[in-house]
């Protein structure tokens, strides 16, 4: 009730003339009432009454908050915290190797940026995760739908299509190897159409469109509650180009990971960002590096770097609260990500998957 | 839709005029601004400026559509999804041809066929659905005067003889060919902002830009200070512009790159990442492994350019006549390396029997399994993948452990036709 005037969400002008009126605190506006302050600072009655309303609901915001009721800030003990950590879900990869370094999967409420040079897997394991995301909670994932904005074009319907089917038969072995109740009637949702028409697909072209998009995604998240995984494939695609003002940009951007971190707590949604590799030239050599500049490493909390060793591909966990920093190898098969498959001759042991890696990938081409 | 105007976006006149008077007026600007900024420029409560914020957003963010949507409108008309290459075995690792929709790149060594390839396509875009085509005009942006109207004739009359048994069937095809000199880099990117209003009047199917690497490296030297910013920001720029018209129109793209030499001290790569350079065992056509300060060929333009590109297709020599195309990056495809050779009728892809013959000399392999040089080989990065260009010692290069990875599969590549 002591808020001062000047921190009030009022228009500008409204609020130069409240202080030239000498006005300092918000309850005395609200003992003045509207008829008075009309008066007093020439404005209409309605006006006044508007202004008085923003001004209740804004204290009255300012007690709730105060008395630890819910609000913008959350306050809680670590305990409550570490239940609902322990409690959470992970999107898994379907690649063990890389599920175990970051600690399960691909964390809710967190935002995780992959970064990697060109060809290397960034999209293939976005779309991997758009797929993942849906896996029944039977079957060990979240039951969310996921939302895929695209700045690059880079999405592939019939590179979506294999994975899924993929993956439904993935759990179609695991239900026939240890059926359970649950299984059948997951099941009989769990097909390729039904994944397909849980991925809401955005085509941004540029920064203008991302922004917009971005802004939009709390109401769009709050229609569509089920969503729990945010992709934004390529964020820095539309930053790289025709920005001579880097200092808009890194405001743009650090605008963006802001909405993204409130948006990826309040709906208890993953966002994952892919970030493109650029070369630094320094004094005797040049090296390369996530794009976007340094600060944009503060945004994300989960940072993974994907890169070639020779003709492995190799993912790098660079950054993370809680897990150590490690290397691990994957592939790429028809299947999508996987990890590496031993050579062949060791039998697997799940037997679901077939052996991807010694066998020419021609052969597992889907013929279209 | 950054430029889209605010009065468009249903924001109040008065809103509109208060805002030009601070030069904002599209939708870019808009949302450039903080909020607390907003709130000065238009004089509003900050809910009321968030609720502004959602309408000018809703201006001009995409629309939404769910994959299952864009699945079935691919599925609808599934020819118009790529454009076969009628290399039989390339378009089926490619699932089908060269994508519409995206970008393609063609990189390679002076010499090999970019130009050919390039042309050939041309041809096949004229040529009607039922033979495999997209039955549409072709734009041809020629940077280097390569293009030959006369090979096109001979590609088109030796390739598909039945289909051209006459003259006139050759010039209708030729009138649909429209092809663009252009030298310098500005009236390419010019050139590329005007090709929508073409696309739509011509009925185009098909752009190709013959090539890229030429103009750029003309003008942006990039040793100079602040060239490398803006020779990025030039490719970027034209990049962003092709995909938004390949999008729009579902047509491929094709754009050619030429080869640069980096050197393996060059762009070195902090030590916890691994540089595919310092393994010169990967790049075949360089003779010097084992020194550390030698250079390797690879694809031109850059690291930012291999990410804007969408396919990438190398070709490069194996020994003459004959040449190999591998498949770099792609988003649907395996590596996979193929062998051709250049004949009258264009590219042709060669058969297991001529690369063979060292090892199965007794094994008779019936003609009709011409084109099996599907060949799995383990690329890597393809903005580093080592390029074999031609060299004078020819002879040698034929015992060479030449093919890569060749161990075991090529049993296995009786795959079904």
Redesign the interface.
Known sequence: MQREVGTL??????RARLAAAGFQTAQELLDTGPCGLSKEIGISREEALEALQ?VRQECHGDTARAAGGSGATRKCTALELLEEEQTQGFIITFCSALDNILGGGVQLTKITEICG????GK??LCMQL?VDVQIPECFGGVAGEAV?IDT???F??????DIAAACVQHCHLIAEAQPEEDHGKALETFSV?N???????????????L???V??LP??LAEHSKVRLVVIDGIA??F???FEDLA?RT??LN?LAQQLIITANEHRAAVVLTN????R?GQS?????PALGESWGHAATVRL?F?????QR?A?LYKSPSQKES?IAYE?T?HGFRDVQPPAGTASTEGTEPNPR??????E??Q? | MAAKKLRRAQLSQEMCERLSRYQITTCQDFLCLSLLELMKVTGQSYHEVQKLLCKVSRACAPKMQTAYEMKLRKSVNPSSAFLSTTLHSLDRVLHGGVPCGSLTEITSPPGCGKTQFCIMLSVLATLPVSMGGLDGAVIYIDTESAFSAERLIEIAANRFPAYYDSDEKLLCMTRSIHLYRELTCCSVLKRIMSLEEDIILKKVKLVIIDSVASVVRKEFDTKLQGNLAERSNFLNRGASVLKYLAEEFTIPVILTNQITTALSSGPGLRADLVSPADDLSLSEGSSVSGKRDSGYVTAALGNTWSHSVNTRLILQYHDLPTRQLLVAKSPVAPFSTFFYTIEKSGLILQGLLTFFKLWYSTVRISPDRKDQTNLVWEGTNPALQPIRVRNTALKDTLHDAALPSTTGETSRNTSNL
């Not at chain 1, 592939?156 to 299509?161: A, E, L, S, T, Y």
């Open positions: 969400p009022l228009a500008p002008a409204l923003v040079a060109p060809g290397v999209t293939q758009a895929f690059e074009g880079s592939m319907v019939d590179r979506v299509v159409e994944i397909l028409s849980h991925i809401y697909c955005f085509r941004c072209r540029d920064y203008t469109e922004l917009a998009q802004y939009l109401e769009f695609f539309p790289r180009h025709d808009l405001r743009l605008g493109q590799m650029t070369t030239i050599q040049s090296t390369l590096v770097i890169h070639w060793d020779n003709t190799l790098t290397t790429i028809p010694k066998r020419p990938r021609t052969e081409e889907k279209q």
